[in-house]
Every structure is written in C-alpha cells, then in structure tokens.
C-alpha cells in the first residue's frame, strides 16, 4: 500500500522580476551534510541528537592566525586562552597545545588549568571573587593575580605578609573609551584616579610585585577604536609607573571582547559586514600602545584574553525535528530538540541555521522552539524554511562560546560533545548525561524514603 503523503497547506511565494529565471532565485543554500568531511547522519547515529561538535582544526587555525596576525605588528605577544568562554579540557589543551596560557576567574577554572599542565606563572587569575585559599594558592604558584577591587587587595597584602610570600600582581583598570554601558563594575577607574591610588600602595608594599596592568572593556566589542584608546591609556599608565617608580611592568593585558560572526538579535546587517577584522582590532592596540614611545628594553609585553573570537566558529550543534506545528497566527512553527538550556546564546544571536538534507524550495516564515516546557525556549522567531519532516537535521552555527560553560540541566539533560581531529577521527569529549549523574549529589533523608502506597 503506498504511504499516505503529510498533509501540507499551499503557499503563495511573491515572485520579483528581474531574477535569473521565472521561479526567482532561491532563497536557501545546498544543505550541508559534513563537518570537517565527517557526515552529519555519522555523528547522529554515533553519538545521538541533539549532539555538540568541536572542530579541533577550526580552532587551530583561528589561534594561530591571531598570533601570526598580532605578532606581525608587535615584538612579544602572548595569548590567554578564556576558560570561561569554553572549558572543556579538550578545547582549552588545544589552546595550550597552541602556546596560550589560562585565563580564569573562578577557583575551580584555576584547578582545572593547573590540572590539565598549565603551569602556575601562566596562569592570569581574575575575577572580582576569589577565595582566600585561592588567592593564597595561587600565590605560592607564581601566578599573576589581578586585583579587582580594595578588599581584594588588602586581603592579598595579609595573606603575602603572613605566609611571607612576594605575590606577582596587576590591577584591572575600568574606563570610559566610547562603549556603553561602561564596565565600571569591575577594576579600579583610571578617569577619577582610583587606578594610580592603588599602583601607588602596590609599589609601596614589600610583600607585594606589580608586574602588569589589565583592561577588558566589554563583550562583543565591534569598535577597534575603543580599544586603541584602552591600550594608550594602560600604556601612559606604564610609562607613568616607569617614570615616577622606576618600575618596569611586565605586560599589559588587553583583555577579550572581540566579536565572533554571530549577528546579534536586533542588528539589521550580518556580522561579517559589521564584525572588525582581527587586523583591524590588532592594528587598533598596537598603533595604541606604539603611541606612547617606550625604550626597546621597557617595552612590554601585549597579553590577549580572546575567548569568543576563536571559539565560536569552531562549534556546531545539530538537532533534530520533533514536529512541526501551526501558530494561531497561520504561522509554521517547528519544534527541535534542542533548547535554549544548552542554547543559552539563542537570546543574544540570530543564529546561523542550515538544512541537513535536501528539502522542497518553497519556503515560508517559521518559527523554531525548542522541547522545554517553558514558553521562552525559543531558538529563532522568524527563519525561511522549506517544508521539513519528522527526524530532519538542522545543523545550527556558531555555538562554540559559551554554550558549553552556561548550559543547563532544565527538563532534558546535556548531551554529548564530541571533537572531529585534525585527522578526521570523532572523539566523545564529553558524555551525554543521565539520571545517575543527576543524583550523584543528591541525598535523601531516611524520613522521605518511605511513599506510601
């Protein structure tokens, strides 16, 4: 008996003249079916749906372009790789593999550096909540702790006067170079010379070494110029500092914040057209700290936090069709099942998403959820889409920063991340979770055992 077709309703698809042919152009491109040359029907029945994928290649090339690019313009460059951006321990040891050092700003991110081979002195601590085991850890590695705020600093002089240690310090300086809102909730401010007042108690202090200056001015920054004004105001600030103290700094830390090619929601063009190019933000900070003139021997080093940047391309999630379903509106809606607990950049991004097989080429405005019981799991209010079927592939772009350090565990669990290699090879980088790990830390007083019947 021949199977019964699914129903679909007729749509009316307004053709423009002017086109290649009568039918107009099409609105989609061809599906895409690989990743790094490993299909993505492979990866499905191998490891599941919805499935995270790393592409270790991906992030090898974005690493060393940056430094070849950085590198180009400016004598001692060194990166720190942003374990906040993403910190499964197979994509920071590419990182590492790469030359980066580890940039953290939590305890646990500090263990998992040091336990992954990072050694102490390349480890950047910062983070405006540091415990006193972690600060006094931290010190007897000789890593470089950036002090946040005064209680930090305090803290860090007592416990360097009581465990006679000499800690390697920097400051984190918050200042207003054109991007709003200005991040002033973090570091000392450099306009009302908070900044100077702490440099000055650092250099003043025994126990204490100030071996660098750090600035992040913002997330997704899509200025260059707002950070060569950063890199010559931490510049003045170093020539300062050698002028009044003889002191010469190490480095100066320049932070992250550069922007990926995700186009954000609410911005009209794409990100590429928007997004400055790494050279543009390379010829931005290095132009700003030539700038201020340094003797060759006092010259510092230029630290870079870029998380987002080199990640974000490198990440893939596929998803699968649940069903599809009609708005009150009229409007097609398709559920998959991925949501946004393990989406969590969908709320910020208009995200890339593709076809995985090929479909009809009438297309129509679509909605996609997600499987969550939560009328917010919404991944994309409006996207053309052909008609598409039960167990259909979406392969969806770019998800490799953040997704993986802010997901969830709300109403379906995490699922498995793997990484193609270089070599083409998968491998599981992170298992799919389940209910054992759910109750792994969970205890159940012996009161509550008992349910009766």
Not at 31 to 37: C, E, F, N, S
Not at 73 to 80: G, L, S, T
Not at 286 to 311: H, M, Q, W, Y
Not at 339 to 347: K, P, Q, R, W, Y
Request: proline share 3%.
């Amino acid at each position: 008996m021949k199977k019964k077709l699914r129903y679909e309703r007729p749509t009316i698809t307004k053709q423009y003249s002017g086109l290649m042919n009568k039918f107009g152009s099409s609105s989609l491109s061809r599906p895409t079916v690989d990743i790094d040359g490993v299909s993505i029907k492979s990866l499905c029945e191998g490891y599941g749906s919805p499935l995270f994928v790393i592409s270790e290649k991906k992030i090898r090339q974005n690493q060393k372009n940056a430094f070849r690019i950085f590198k180009n313009r400016y004598p001692k460059v060194q990166f720190a790789w942003s374990y906040k951006t993403n910190y499964l321990d197979a994509v920071c040891s590419v990182f590492h593999q790469e030359g980066s050092w580890a940039e953290v700003v939590s305890d646990f991110e500090y263990d998992k550096a040091r336990k992954l081979g990072v050694k102490g002195e390349h480890i950047i601590f910062n983070g405006p909540a540091k415990s006193e085991a972690g600060l006094l850890n931290a010190m007897k590695n000789k890593s470089k702790i950036h002090i946040d705020h005064f209680d930090e600093l305090f803290l860090i002089s007592e416990l360097a006067e009581t465990n006679n240690i000499r800690a390697e310090v920097a400051i984190r300086i918050n200042m207003d170079v054109g991007i709003y809102p200005i991040w002033d909730r973090f570091g000392f401010n450099f306009e009302n010379g908070e900044s100077w007042q702490a440099i000055n108690r650092i250099i003043q202090n025994k126990n204490l070494k100030l071996v660098g200056l750090h600035t992040h001015i913002g997330t997704y920054v899509m200025s260059a110029e707002a950070y060569r004004i950063a890199a010559y105001n931490l510049a003045g600030l170093c020539k300062r500092i050698k002028n009044e103290f003889n002191v010469s700094l190490e480095y100066l830390d320049l932070g992250g914040g550069f922007a990926s090619h995700n186009t954000l929601i609410g911005q009209y063009l794409p990100a590429e057209q928007l997004v400055p190019s790494v050279e543009q933000y390379a010829d931005a900070i290095t132009n700003g700290i030539f700038d201020v003139s340094f003797k060759s021997e006092d010259l510092p080093t230029l630290i870079l936090e870029t998380g987002r940047a080199l990640i974000d391309d490198a990440g893939f999630l596929i998803t699968s069709v649940i069903t599809n379903k009609r708005l009150t509106s009229g409007k097609r809606a398709v559920i998959i099942d991925a949501g946004v607990n393990i989406l969590f950049t969908s709320f910020w991004y208009k995200h890339n998403i593709q076809l995985c097989q090929n479909s009809g080429v009438h297309t129509e405005d679509t909605a996609i959820y997600g499987p969550l019981c939560m009328n917010i799991d919404c991944i994309t209010e409006s996207i053309n889409l052909p008609s598409i079927n039960r167990g259909d592939k979406l392969l969806i772009k770019y998800v490799g920063a953040y997704n993986m350090t802010q997901w969830m565990q709300f109403i379906s669990m995490r699922p498995n991340v793997v990484m193609i290699m270089e070599n083409g090879k998968v491998e599981l980088i992170r298992k799919a979770e389940n209910l054992d790990y759910l109750l792994e830390q969970e205890l159940l007083p012996k009161k509550l055992k008992l349910i009766p019947v």
